[in-house]
């Protein structure tokens, strides 16, 4: 745990967050988690709010630590956490998935969510959303400033991907904010998300604030819409 104190710290100067607060939350993570499994479904809606925060929060300094050793570069999918020994196993799935990640990133309740299982990952609860996979959802027109597949695909790989297409937004806005087409700010910009808060009840009322996100500043969790861009 020194260890994992010593590098947060070292982090905080590439990262700008308090790491050394983050470490320190995903410690008392590391001591809930075996009650974790057992427990969440009758905690009450503020403890298990408390809960996933510290693992969404677990996620983010593992991705701080891969964005720098890997020069600023986020991982071209969560698994690579836990392949390249960021995360340990397991930590992947939200103790609020009662599938244990069989479902992916979003429950099948969201049933007309169906672009995100682009992006899904085998054993994982987690919608993550700077992911490599192509982007086959209809963006063009969605995007702030109407890009072409050329300025949007910055590797010049000939493939459009979640990871390409969220850049652009964070940096070019959409046509859903008002006024459109402006910069957001990292600490309201989803990279991982949760849509298992709430769970199973989180898409009865689908304007509710019902999934719980780590934002792009890599240290932010906060509520959102499914729809997040309604939220702003």
């Known amino acids: 745990m020194k260890r994992l104190l010593f590098l947060a710290v070292l982090l905080a100067g590439l990262t700008g967050c308090s790491s050394v607060r983050l470490a320190q939350e995903e410690k008392s993570c ?5 009650l ?18 510290a693992e969404l929060k677990a996620v983010g300094i593992a991705l701080q630590k891969y964005a720098g050793d890997h ?6 999918k969560l698994s690579t956490l836990v392949s390249e020994s960021y995360l ?8 609020a998935d009662p599938t244990g990640g069989k479902e992916g990133g979003v429950p099948d309740s969201y049933s007309d969510w169906g672009q995100a299982t682009e992006a899904d990952e085998s ?3 987690y919608l993550y959303e700077f ?3 192509p982007c086959k959802w209809d963006w063009k027109s969605y995007l702030g400033g109407k890009p072409s597949p050329t300025d949007v695909d910055t590797n010049r790989d000939g493939i459009v991907s979640w990871s390409e297409i969220k ?4 940096l070019h806005g959409d046509v859903t904010q008002q006024p459109q087409n402006k910069p957001y700010d990292k600490s309201r910009f989803p990279v991982v998300r949760c ?23 890599l240290q932010t969790v906060f509520l959102s819409q499914p729809w997040w861009e309604k939220d702003q």
Do not use: F, I
């Open 167 to 170: 850049n652009w937004q964070l």
């Open 71 to 76: 020069g600023g570069r986020l991982p071209p």
């Open 88 to 95: 340990t196993a397991g930590r992947l799935v939200s103790s």
């Open 123 to 125: 054993g994982s609860s």
């Open 36 to 53: 974790l499994v057992l427990s969440y479904a009758s905690m009450d809606q503020a403890t298990q709010l408390t809960c996933l925060t």
């Open 195 to 217: 849509y298992w808060y709430q769970y199973p009840t989180a898409y009865t009322t689908p304007p509710g604030r019902t999934v719980l996100n780590l934002a792009a500043d």
């Open 131 to 133: 992911n490599a996979a």
């Open 30 to 34: 590391a001591k809930m988690e075996p």
